[in-house]
């Protein structure tokens, strides 16, 4: 079964806090990405790594820092970040670029 | 760059029915539409995709057909049941140049009663 795993669930931080998500998988993807979902909307791409390098950034505001260590976890850097930016982040990946994504459930933002 | 609309925005059905879904998308470049289906505060989970070499795709009780003419694919779902209760997500990629960005349509909020 396809897994992929995020942590932390849920994540409570203050504007001027520093945090960082956490995404994880075994699957041997090459591909991995993130996006913001907010309520009752489709999930917004932020980042692609194809092969542990950036292949996309969609204009992503820079208090958003992408990291990829190695091919197996994503990290999702975050500072001073703003109350508009609470949504819950998910992660996907996928075998590489041309092959379906498959989700994390995700991480719940809230900022205060 | 690509833009997915979807329709309806809502959908109610009586269990037992038939659901339709319908996108469209607006680059022709676009190869590759997957749906997701997102229970309430859980992941998107795919359902089922469909690659612009096939016209129809069938899994179960779901279906997928795509007409590249008129640019626009569809969600079929048969012989509903009230755990298809979800919002439903279509998608489309121009996979081979554009590193799997995935453009994803508004949704449709399913609800299917007993």
């Not at chain 2, 079929?76 to 081979?96: K, L, N, R, W």
Request: hydrophobic share 30%.
């Amino acid at each position: 079964d396809t897994e992929v795993t995020q942590t932390p669930k849920h994540l409570v931080m203050g504007m001027t806090n520093k945090k960082s998500l956490k995404c994880e998988q075994h699957m041997g993807h090459r591909a991995m990405y993130w996006y913001k979902q907010k309520a009752k909307k489709p999930p917004e791409l932020m980042f692609v790594y194809s092969y542990e390098k950036l292949s996309i950034n969609e204009s992503v505001p820079s208090r958003f820092s992408p990291e990829c260590p190695n091919s197996s976890l994503l990290n999702l850097h975050l500072h001073a970040l703003q109350p508009e930016d609470s949504a819950l982040y998910l992660c996907a990946s996928s075998q590489d670029n041309y092959q379906p994504q498959h989700f994390g459930d995700g991480t719940r933002l809230s900022i205060l | 760059g690509e833009n997915v609309e979807q329709h309806p925005s809502t959908l109610s059905v009586q269990e037992g029915d038939s659901a339709v879904i319908k996108c469209t998308y607006s680059d022709s470049a676009s190869n590759y539409f997957p749906w997701y289906k997102q229970e309430l505060g859980k992941r998107p989970q795919l359902i089922i995709d469909i690659r612009s070499n096939v016209g129809e795709k069938k899994d179960q009780r779901i279906a997928v057909t795509l007409n590249k003419t008129a640019k626009h694919f569809s969600l079929h779902i048969t012989e509903t049941q009230p755990e298809d209760s979800a919002v439903y997500f279509c998608a489309a990629s121009s996979q081979g140049t554009s590193y799997g960005k995935l453009t994803f349509g508004q949704g449709t909020i399913l609800t299917v009663h007993p």
